[in-house]
Nanobody, 126 residues
Framework: QVQLAESGGGSVQSGGSLKLSCAVS????????MAWFRQGPGQGREGREV??????????TYTESVKGRFTISQDNTNNTLYLHMNSLKPEDTAMYYC?????????????????WGKGTQVTVSS
């Protein structure tokens, strides 16, 4: 059974940086698409938005609001997904979730994943 464990969240001031990690266990060696989503304060699960995703061939895509500030990467030797976040803004405040194995993709984007972590909180103060 695939399990995801996020870490690295915290509270920072505007302009600061954080590095999120997602440890993956129980996954097939063939790998899968992975992504970071976030869910803002007061939003339900339906409000969860994809922040960044990375495909099997390493292609990374980002939501417009984080382009140039966030970088998604993965280390296949230790089965870990990362999200490097720089120049953080108060509007980046959210619970961040790691997701594994795309179930449905269209136009290079995947909104539906099979496995989710429990999330890590990021709070950015102005």
């Amino acid at each position: 059974q695939v399990q995801l464990a996020e870490s690295g969240g915290g509270s920072v001031q505007s302009g600061g940086s954080l590095k999120l990690s997602c440890a993956v266990s129980g996954a097939a060696s063939s790998g899968a698409w992975m992504a970071w989503f976030r869910q803002g304060p007061g939003q339900g699960r339906e409000g969860r938005e994809v922040v960044a995703q990375i495909t099997l061939d390493g292609t990374a895509t980002y939501t417009e609001s984080v382009k140039g500030r966030f970088t998604i990467s993965q280390d296949n030797t230790n089965n870990t997904l990362y999200l490097h976040m720089n120049s953080l803004k108060p509007e980046d405040t959210a619970m961040y979730y790691c997701a594994y194995e795309c179930l449905f993709a269209a136009a290079g984007r995947c909104p539906v994943y099979a496995h989710w972590g429990k999330g890590t909180q990021v709070t950015v103060s102005s």
